[in-house]
T-cell receptor, first 117, second 117 residues
Framework: AQSVTQLDSQVPVFEEAPVELRCNYSSSVSVYLFWYVQYPNQGLQLLLKYLSGSTLVKGINGFEAEFNKSQTSFHLRKPSVHISDTAEYFCAVIGMNYGGSQGNLIFGKGTKLSVKP | GAVVSQHPSWVICKSGTSVKIECRSLDFQATTMFWYRQFPKQSLMLMATSNEGSKATYEQGVEKDKFLINHASLTLSTLTVTSAHPEDSSFYIC?????????????FGPGTRLTVL
């Protein structure tokens, strides 16, 4: 089974400052990793994903994340945030089971990013 | 592309009544649809997975007789909350799965806020 830990429930930051949202996972099998953003009263929008290849992945809205297998982490970063980035961010994993079947999408508890002017 | 809609976006009902929520993939055929429940300030919890033309697979702890799921076509799945009670009040989000080259990507609907009085 897989699990996802988002270490910070809330991250306040000033506009134009850099931000890092932390995500660690545990799994006994290979995983695919995702970051989603949720604006108030809306569904989830995919920011970026890691499936294979380069460990640094770039997503929409200037976000990027780095997969670190040894530390089982997939932290999300943005060098300069905007007010419009205020939202809830969810890290998620899918476990790739032996035999090639795909597990369910497992979410972390989310990190609320608040960008202040 | 890959747009998923939900209807209604919000609903208020009296205790004891049943509520139906629709999830549609607008521009693709989804062989698998997922239903999630999200409590305030918490993560998404998978309730069930449904494949077109077959019975839904419910996660442990989810009452299948209370949360009826129908996936009658490749573009429509419905969740019916039967005999709703205040504790069923929540944000319900569906997603539709699209088979890709490497994994089955999920596209999320905008969610339905259910309030049971």
């Amino acid at each position: 089974a897989q699990s996802v830990t988002q270490l910070d429930s809330q991250v306040p930051v000033f506009e134009e400052a850099p931000v890092e949202l932390r995500c660690n996972y545990s799994s006994s099998v290979s995983v695919y990793l995702f970051w989603y953003v949720q604006y108030p009263n809306q569904g989830l929008q995919l920011l970026l994903k890691y499936l294979s290849g380069s460990t640094l992945v770039k997503g929409i809205n200037g976000f990027e994340a780095e997969f670190n297998k040894s530390q089982t982490s997939f932290h999300l970063r943005k060098p300069s945030v905007h007010i419009s980035d205020t939202a809830e961010y969810f890290c998620a994993v899918i476990g790739m089971n032996y035999g090639g079947s795909q597990g369910n999408l497992i979410f972390g508890k989310g990190t609320k990013l608040s960008v202040k002017p | 592309g890959a747009v998923v809609s939900q209807h209604p976006s919000w609903v208020i009902c009296k205790s004891g009544t049943s509520v139906k929520i629709e999830c549609r993939s607008l521009d693709f055929q989804a062989t698998t649809m997922f239903w999630y429940r999200q409590f305030p300030k918490q993560s998404l919890m998978l309730m069930a997975t449904s494949n077109e033309g077959s019975k839904a697979t419910y996660e442990q702890g989810v009452e299948k007789d209370k949360f009826l799921i129908n996936h009658a076509s490749l573009t429509l799945s419905t969740l019916t909350v039967t005999s709703a009670h205040p504790e069923d009040s929540s944000f319900y989000i569906c997603s539709a799965g699209m088979t890709g080259s490497s994994y089955n990507e999920q596209f999320f609907g905008p969610g339905t806020r259910l309030t049971v009085l």
